[in-house]
């Protein structure tokens, strides 16, 4: 029923699923969308032969989609192979704090240097992940794992010695003033919404798209404190959120603070965000720091 195709194969396809009205392009929330790596690099994944194989889509049939191709994409991952540093010893560098942002820099600046520098650069070893989105009306149906699958069969077809994903959990926006290091920690009983804090099984997270990736074979590596840092005036914020929220923050002093600087800053809670927004009323100024979960999977071919 399922089909796969890359960017590379089917350029077109992934064409299709960037128009705004499609669902992919609709699950995430636009600040997302506003990190310097993203704005810089992310439309140059599928440019490239060497990168566009990584952007993988899942298809069906569905002779209703608009494609003119009698096809609808209801899924797709994103990823980069990186160079991760080798010990002499022969142990791989720990995995960048950056998360998202600091894997999509380093593999596109290997790649763009590879092609305009005549001085040697190291080979990529390693696939991070940068995004896994399924259309909400297809989730539940193994389409997720379909994806991690094919991520995991192109790092072993390029030779690359493993595949990486910075997580982002799927319930920790209901958390936002719980710190990620013990959010991961919370566990799941199977039969319960409520994370179990003191007990149970660290092969269970809490968090579903944590535990996923633990069935699937992947272990939790880090943290990442910063893999998506956004920063923008009040008035980007407010177009991106669709409402302003630092007026009533101000005015009611909510989630007031003082920085290290001195400064006057406001903890302001946004849609979707996994922690709070930094509003510093001085400069009109906001920064989203979100962390993410290094997940990392040691075996390519499942």
């Known amino acids: 029923m399922y089909q796969t195709f890359t960017a590379l194969e089917r350029p077109d396809l992934y064409e299709a699923f960037q128009q705004p009205s499609h669902p992919l392009s609709q699950i995430w929330p636009a600040y997302m969308g506003g990190t310097s790596s993203k704005i810089k690099y992310w439309h140059l994944l599928p440019v490239f032969p060497e990168t566009a194989r990584f952007q993988i889509m899942v298809v069906v049939p569905d002779s209703s989609d608009g494609t003119g191709e009698g096809v609808r994409i209801v899924a797709r991952a994103n990823a980069i192979p990186f160079h991760r540093p080798v010990s002499d010893s022969h142990d791989l560098a720990p995995l ?34 940068l995004s896994i989105a399924v259309d909400p009306a297809w989730r539940n149906k193994g389409i997720a794992g379909l994806l991690v699958k094919a991520l995991r069969q192109a790092a072993a077809d390029a030779g690359l010695w493993g595949l990486v994903v910075p997580a982002r959990p799927t319930l920790k926006h209901r958390y936002p003033d719980v710190g990620m290091a013990e959010y991961v ?14 007990a149970g099984s ?16 992947a272990r939790m590596v880090k943290i990442a404190p910063r893999s998506m840092t956004v920063e923008a005036d009040a008035e980007t914020w407010t ?42 009323p001085s400069t009109g100024i906001a920064r989203y720091v979100e962390p993410n979960v290094w997940m990392e999977y040691d075996e390519l071919r499942a």
């Open 185 to 198: 920690q919370w566990t799941s009983d199977g039969g319960s919404d409520a994370p179990c804090l003191g």
């Open 239 to 280: 177009r991106w959120l669709g409402a302003d929220p630092f007026a009533q923050a101000v005015r009611e002093a909510s989630g007031r603070q003082v920085d290290e600087s001195g400064q006057e800053v406001f903890l302001v809670g946004i849609p979707q965000g996994l922690v709070k927004l930094r509003y510093w």
């Open 202 to 217: 660290r092969d269970s997270p809490f968090d579903p798209w944590l535990r996923r990736h633990v069935q699937l074979g």
């Open 96 to 129: 960048p704090d950056g998360g998202m942002d600091e894997a999509l820099q380093l593999g596109m600046e290997l790649h763009l240097n590879r092609n305009s520098s005549g001085a040697p650069q190291p080979e990529a070893n390693t696939l991070s992940a």
